[in-house]
């Protein structure tokens, strides 16, 4: 009898709404111009579901003129402000890419540090009126970074942040590509504050994908295929990978909260570059066919998480 052939497997679906089907819900509102309707959606969740919400404004057309006439409207309301900021630093940012510098065009940094300056001008009005909103000081570590304004007031707007929200998983993110020696940091300084704020967070909590991400970070950050491998080996990294997964993708408490796509994504990669395919295909099985971004556009994009995907199942076990 002939074996038959798997299932094929399933397309990705990098939309935030395969996972979070309230994104569309937003992303109506905003395209009706239903400012009620937003802040009802908005209001009553934490840090983490506001941030995943008002990341999908940039999907809708026209937001930009949409949030201005909120505000010509309502002068105080930092939500819309701080939602127009937002982006405006997304839009800078799509400008400059996310092409190294010596790739960017000087036209393109003039153009995201114009977009930055004025989300700036606006984030530091709220933040004034309102020094409590998490999402506010989000944006404003990113202008920081972009303004290249430098690793102490960085540092002093993360740790006003860190009073509202100590475990914050995307502003911790933020600082960390801050602190990388491509932003004018040190590979120890990374790495200190990954497994700082690894430990400070409760067990299961995503922020474990920290110390994931900083050696991800100096593994990309290395110029050739064989310093790669030769990180890859070293007994140490793959230690902090197996505590860090530990403490969150593999931990009996950890949730699909948002963010949770990207942080097992993470570990899906790197159980396939520590050869560890078992591990690897159980993350892919969790992930079923939801993906993101990243860490995938680091290295190819879709095609390398599909091969990874394809390697981890062939050699990992069932899906």
């Known amino acids: 009898m002939i074996a038959a052939m798997p299932a094929p497997l399933p397309a990705i679906d990098f939309d935030p709404a395969a996972a979070f089907p309230e994104v569309n819900d937003m992303r109506a509102a905003l395209a009706a111009r239903d400012w009620p309707r937003v802040r009802q959606l908005l209001d009553p969740r934490d840090w983490a579901g506001r941030s995943l919400l008002v990341s999908a404004a940039d999907d809708v057309e026209g937001v930009g003129d949409f949030l201005r006439a909120v505000l010509a409207r309502h002068p105080g309301d930092t939500v819309a402000a701080t939602m127009l900021a937002a982006h405006l630093v997304d839009a800078g940012w799509k400008i400059r890419t996310s092409l190294r510098a010596e790739h960017v065009s000087r ?78 940091g040190s590979w120890d300084k ?42 890859v080996r070293d007994p140490r990294v793959a230690q902090d990978i197996w505590t860090a997964a530990q403490r969150s993708v593999l931990h009996l408490h950890f949730r699909r909260e948002p963010g949770w796509v990207s942080t097992r994504s993470v570990f899906a990669l790197w159980f396939g570059l520590l050869d560890q395919w078992a591990a690897a295909a159980a993350q892919f099985a969790a992930l079923g066919h939801l993906g993101s971004e990243y860490p995938w556009s680091y290295l190819g994009g879709t095609s390398t998480l599909d091969n990874f995907r394809t390697e981890a199942y062939a050699k990992g076990g069932p899906r």
């Not at 606006?122 to 000081?137: E, S, T």
């Not at 989000?138 to 509202?164: I, P, S």
């Not at 690894?198 to 994931?212: D, I, R, S, T």
């Open 107 to 184: 036209e393109q940094f003039a153009q995201l540090h114009d977009h930055l300056r004025q989300a700036e001008q606006i984030l530091i009005d709220v933040c004034a009126r309102d020094p409590g909103n998490v999402l506010a000081w989000q944006e404003r570590l990113t202008t920081a970074m972009g303004l290249q304004l430098g690793q102490a007031e960085a540092r002093r707007r993360y740790d006003r942040l860190a009073r509202y929200a100590p475990h914050d998983r995307r502003s911790q993110s933020a600082l960390l590509q801050q602190l990388c020696p491509k932003w004018g």
């Open 190 to 231: 990374v790495f200190a504050f990954a497994r700082e704020r690894m430990l400070a967070a409760p067990e299961g909590a995503q922020n474990g994908v920290l110390l994931a991400d900083a050696h991800f970070e100096r593994y990309f950050d290395f110029d050739t295929d064989g310093e790669r491998a030769a990180y």
